[in-house]
């Protein structure tokens, strides 16, 4: 009876240690590879992203507008001429015998010379051109011009109220000599102008080839020393 019992507890440890050894024993393919290979769960596939929305094109800028040329300096206006009337001198005339006064003094009385002398009396500039035209009387011709005379633009430009001289040189006494009492002066004017002629009184002044008159100066020397 004993041994029974002990026969029917040896199978059934048996019994357990091969349920046991098929339970926890590897499988064909972990004999196969030897070693136990834990097997790795696969991941799960992740859900694709959601492609993004395509990015809007960005509106072209816009052109910048070309830069405006910049203004080329303005050339400047060309100089206008001086007009006439700004010039002084633009309505200066030749002094005729209407705008002078004119006298006559002895200046030496050995060679009986005289002094002319010419005033402005009008109201405006004037120039004595040249040499005055000096007559003798009733006798024909007249003195002659001795030294030269400056041109327009040079000549004594006489203000109201100023002055200018000439120097008159009386001739040798001789057989062909005359006196007379008295001279005529009209001015030089460079043109067809219609003068008066000015008297002055000189008494006993002779007239001979040698009488001559010098160009108008600013003072009575000068007129004199030629």
């Known amino acids: 009876m004993r041994t029974f019992s002990r026969a029917v507890a040896v199978a059934a440890v048996v019994a357990v240690s091969t349920l046991t050894l098929t339970a926890c024993g590897p499988d064909e393919d972990g004999a196969a590879g030897g070693a136990d290979v834990p097997t790795a769960t696969p991941a799960s596939p992740s859900t694709p992203a959601e492609p993004s929305a395509p990015a809007e094109p960005s509106a072209p800028a816009k052109p910048s507008a070309p830069a405006k040329p910049s203004a080329s300096a303005k ?92 120097g008159l040189m009386g001739g040798l006494k001789g057989a062909g000599s005359k006196t007379v009492s008295s001279i005529a002066m009209t001015m030089n004017t460079e043109s067809d102008l219609k003068q008066v002629p000015l008297k002055a009184s000189t008494p006993g002044f002779n007239v001979s080839d040698d009488n001559s008159v010098t160009a108008w100066m600013d003072n009575a020397e000068d007129a004199l020393s030629l």
């Open 75 to 166: 050339p400047s206006a060309p100089s206008k001429p001086v007009s006439p009337s700004a010039d002084p001198d633009f309505d200066v005339f030749p002094c005729s015998t209407f705008d002078v006064t004119f006298t006559a003094s002895l200046a030496e009385p050995t060679t009986s010379s005289y002094l002319l002398k010419v005033t402005n009396k009008s109201g405006k500039p004037c120039r004595v051109l040249g040499h005055p035209v000096v007559t003798f009387g009733d006798l024909d011709g007249q003195a002659t011009e001795r030294g030269t005379a400056p041109g327009i633009e040079e000549a004594i430009r006489l203000a109201p109220g100023q002055s200018a001289y000439a």
